[in-house]
């Protein structure tokens, strides 16, 4: 499940969580025209978030990766929750080292 929010960094605001990018581009449409008559504000973010409610756009490259494989992970579990249980926290850092240490066999082994 996708989540996404709207920020508004003149207002210092931010949307509640949507599940659809019509809603988020709602969300950023409805707060431009209601509070700035239809401007956009300087630095405004919209994105798509982590079940921490980091914008993935935000995190490094392999936070980013971690984020989105225990997002998975917990989304299995339950889509209504936020926050990463520890185990998909645990499993998505097993996966990405093993993944790590599997290319840097092959590497090794093609030397
Ligand atoms: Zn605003």
């Given at each position: 499940m996708r989540r996404y929010r709207y920020?508004?960094?003149i207002c210092r605001?931010?949307?509640?969580?949507?599940?659809?990018?019509?809603?988020?581009?709602?969300?950023?449409?409805?707060?431009?025209?209601?509070?700035?008559g239809g401007h956009?504000?300087?630095?405004?973010?919209?994105?798509?978030?982590?079940?921490?409610?980091?914008?993935?756009?935000?995190?490094?490259?392999l936070t980013a990766l971690h984020a989105r494989i225990a997002d998975a992970l917990s989304d299995l579990r339950d889509i209504k929750t936020v926050g990463h249980y520890w185990w998909a926290s645990?499993?998505?850092?097993l996966l990405i080292a093993a993944t790590a240490a599997l290319a840097l066999?092959?590497?090794a082994s093609a030397l």
């Open positions: 920020r508004c960094t605001t931010t949307s509640p969580v949507v599940h659809e990018l019509e809603a988020l581009a709602a969300v950023g449409e409805a707060h431009r025209q209601t509070l700035h956009f504000p300087d630095d405004e973010l919209a994105g798509q978030i982590d079940r921490l409610g980091r914008w993935y756009a935000a995190l490094p490259p645990t499993g998505a850092t066999l092959l590497v």
